[in-house]
């Protein structure tokens, strides 16, 4: 796990299994259906709400290529598995028990490929960005 980012956060990289598919996908150990697999409602996310990626598509050499990210954590209650933007991951990770996940995707062949993964290393963190998370994500009390 990486863990020299100034911002504080820990961060696995997936870019030397990304680099073994696109590997396998040359040599022709899998076929491009193989790795163009994207389930529809992550090339929905990615098609309106991505964020154009740094590079072209690695199969199809698109500029359609974005980036999503993604929360998990049961502390989120139902913003439990939902996108959120990249500049909100230190918030969502100084959460216990909260995981962020960068893919990427091509909204042209459907390519996706997890790129990072990203967890708190540290204790330092925004207690109120954390609060506000956390309210958002409780029930609402309404009653009906």
């Known amino acids: 796990m990486q863990s020299d980012a100034p911002d504080g956060l820990g961060w696995i990289d997936y870019t030397m299994?990304?680099?073994s598919v696109l590997g396998d996908l040359a040599?022709?150990?899998?076929?491009r259906t193989e790795v163009c697999d994207c389930h529809p409602e992550?090339?929905?996310?990615?098609?309106?709400?991505?964020?154009?990626?740094?590079?072209?598509?690695?199969?199809?050499?698109s500029d359609a290529n974005v980036t999503v990210t993604f929360a998990f954590g049961d502390?989120?209650?139902r913003r439990n598995g939902r996108m959120i933007p990249p500049q909100e991951i230190?918030?969502?990770?100084?959460v216990p028990g909260v995981s962020c996940y960068t893919v990427e995707v091509c909204t042209?062949?459907?390519?996706?490929?997890?790129?990072?993964?990203?967890?708190?290393?540290?204790l330092t963190h925004d207690a109120g960005a954390v609060t506000r998370i956390l309210k958002a994500a409780e029930p609402s009390r309404d009653t009906d």
Do not use: F, I, K
Not at 108 to 122: I, Q
């Open 17 to 19: 299994a990304r680099r």
């Open 27 to 31: 040599c022709g150990r899998v076929s």
């Open 42 to 61: 992550l090339m929905r996310v990615a098609r309106y709400q991505g964020e154009p990626a740094e590079t072209e598509c690695p199969v199809c050499h």
């Open 75 to 77: 502390r989120l209650a």
């Open 90 to 94: 230190e918030a969502y990770v100084a």
């Open 108 to 122: 042209d062949c459907s390519w996706n490929h997890l790129l990072r993964s990203h967890g708190a290393v540290t």
